[in-house]
């Protein structure tokens, strides 16, 4: 048979609840055992100096705490001024973009009021295009008559100059002839 270990005693005991009940009433019972639990437990009792020392560490912690309350009420301070003053930039950004925008629609009614003069100035262009298109036919047309009347011009004029040229000569030939007769 094997031997029993102290790991398998606890395991046992672990898994019993009714035996640890009954050992824990038989460790209590037994004055000895009593009296070492009790000293046990006594050394993990804080003494009068822990006692006294953690007051100090309490009253140390407590200074802080009150320096740490300071700081935070500062930066509560610090932020509610910037939170006033992030308020105030939002008011100011706001109402400069509403100007921004009114301007914005100004500028949009002038660029709408040129594109219809543009508009209405294409419209005049185009028409005096028209217009200058049928003055050049029309100067054509005028230049073609006046090459025209021009040599109709020279035509008569050197029909004149004939028939005067003949007239000439026939008053001359007839007094020569009349002279001589």
């Not at 100090?56 to 910037?82: D, F, H, K, Y």
């Not at 185009?126 to 036919?137: P, V």
């Not at 009347?149 to 004029?157: A, D, H, P």
Request: aromatic content about 2%.
């Amino acid at each position: 048979m094997s031997a029993l270990r102290a790991e398998d005693i606890i395991r046992l005991f672990e898994e019993d609840a009714k035996a640890r009940k009954r050992l824990a009433e038989l460790l209590v019972m037994d004055e000895d055992v009593r009296l070492a639990i009790i000293n046990a437990v006594v050394r993990d009792v804080a003494t009068k100096s822990d006692i006294e020392r953690v007051m100090r560490e309490v009253n140390r912690l407590s200074v802080e705490v009150s320096a740490l309350r300071e700081r935070v009420a500062r930066v509560e301070g610090a932020l509610t001024q910037l939170v006033e003053r992030v308020n105030s930039l939002e008011r100011s950004i706001e109402a400069r973009i509403m100007d921004v925008d009114k301007r914005i629609d100004a500028l949009d009614k002038r660029i709408d009021a040129l594109d219809k003069r543009i508009d209405a100035l294409d419209k005049r262009i185009n028409s005096l295009d028209r217009r200058i298109d049928a003055l050049d036919k029309r100067m054509d047309e005028f230049g073609k008559r006046l090459d025209y009347m021009t040599r109709l011009t020279l035509i008569l004029t050197g029909s004149v100059i004939a028939m005067l040229t003949v007239s000439i000569i026939t008053t001359v030939i007839l007094r020569l002839t009349a002279g001589l007769g």
